[in-house]
C-alpha cells in the first residue's frame, strides 16, 4: 500500500516565495531517492528536484538556485522551498520515487501571476 500527499501549492504574485510538503508511506520514503515533479496544463510532467537518501541533492535548471529539496527521514516528509516564483513555475506539483512509481498521489496546484 503506497501513499503521497502533497500541500502547501497556492497563488502567488511572481517574485513570492511558497514551501510545498509532501507525506509518504514509509514504504515510499524509507531509504529511497524521493523527486518533485510538475506538470502544467497540456505539457508533459517533468522532473524538477531529487534527493538521495542521505540528502544529496540535484537541480533540474528550471530551478536551479530557487528551489531547494529537502527532507525529514523521521516524518517521511519531503520539502521543496520555492523562492523567487515565476510565471512559468505554474504548474501541479508532485513528488514520487526516482524513477518514479506508476501511483501518483493527486498534486497541489502552483500559481504564478505575473
Known amino acids: 500500500q503506497v501513499q503521497l500527499v502533497e500541500s502547501g501549492g497556492g497563488l502567488v504574485q511572481a517574485g513570492g516565495s511558497l514551501r510545498l510538503s509532501c507525506t509518504a508511506s514509509?514504504?515510499?520514503?524509507?531509504?529511497?531517492?524521493m523527486a518533485w515533479y510538475r506538470q502544467a496544463p497540456g505539457k508533459p510532467r517533468e522532473l524538477v528536484a531529487i534527493i538521495t537518501s542521505d540528502g544529496t541533492t540535484n537541480y533540474a535548471n528550471s530551478g536551479k538556485g530557487r528551489f531547494t529539496i529537502s527532507r525529514d527521514n523521521a516524518k517521511n516528509t519531503l520539502y521543496l522551498q520555492m523562492n523567487s516564483l515565476k510565471p512559468e513555475d505554474t504548474a501541479v506539483y508532485y513528488c514520487?520515487?526516482?524513477?518514479?512509481?506508476?501511483?501518483w498521489g493527486q498534486g497541489t496546484q502552483v500559481t504564478v501571476s505575473s
Open positions: 514509509g514504504s515510499i520514503f524509507s531509504n529511497r531517492r
Open positions: 514520487n520515487n526516482y524513477p518514479s512509481l506508476n501511483d
